[in-house]
Nanobody, 130 residues
Framework: VQLQASGGGLVQAGGSLRLSCAASGRTLSTVATGWFRQAPGKEREFVAAISASGGNTYYTYSMKGRLTISRNYAKNTVYLQMNSLKPEDTAVYYC????????????????????????WGQGTQVTVSS
């Protein structure tokens, strides 16, 4: 499976962006999919995830209330809507898919571990100016 992340860009503080993660080679409709981000000099951190069934969503506490993750089955794409962006949200954002089913709704923490995802997109830059 190949993941293509897009939708990043330069936005002023308070603005919004919608990131897209389009998959080819395999449907994402039954695969847990997550978004992570990595700022310069920092470790990759969890942002949001949607479970394989689509019935559960998970968000990082630091951005909760400003994010919505969703899935478009027809387009085989997962979206991340980000609102009220802040300069500290500046980072490269990556989408990732868990084809090996390492994540579990029984453990919300499992969605936040990068090692539980086996396919990654190339990343899309998000820059928020003050």
């Amino acid at each position: 499976v190949q993941l293509q992340a897009s939708g990043g860009g330069l936005v002023q503080a308070g603005g919004s962006l919608r990131l897209s993660c389009a998959a080819s080679g395999r449907t994402l409709s039954t695969v847990a999919t997550g978004w992570f981000r990595q700022a310069p000099g920092k470790e990759r951190e969890f942002v949001a995830a949607i479970s394989a069934s689509g019935g559960n969503t998970y968000y990082t506490y630091s951005m909760k209330g400003r994010l919505t993750i969703s899935r478009n089955y027809a387009k085989n794409t997962v979206y991340l809507q980000m609102n009220s962006l802040k300069p500290e949200d500046t980072a490269v954002y990556y989408c990732a898919a868990d084809l090996a089913a390492r994540t579990s709704f029984r453990s919300s923490d499992s969605f936040g571990r990068p090692g539980n995802y086996d396919y990654w997109g190339q990343g899309t830059q998000v820059t928020v100016s003050s």
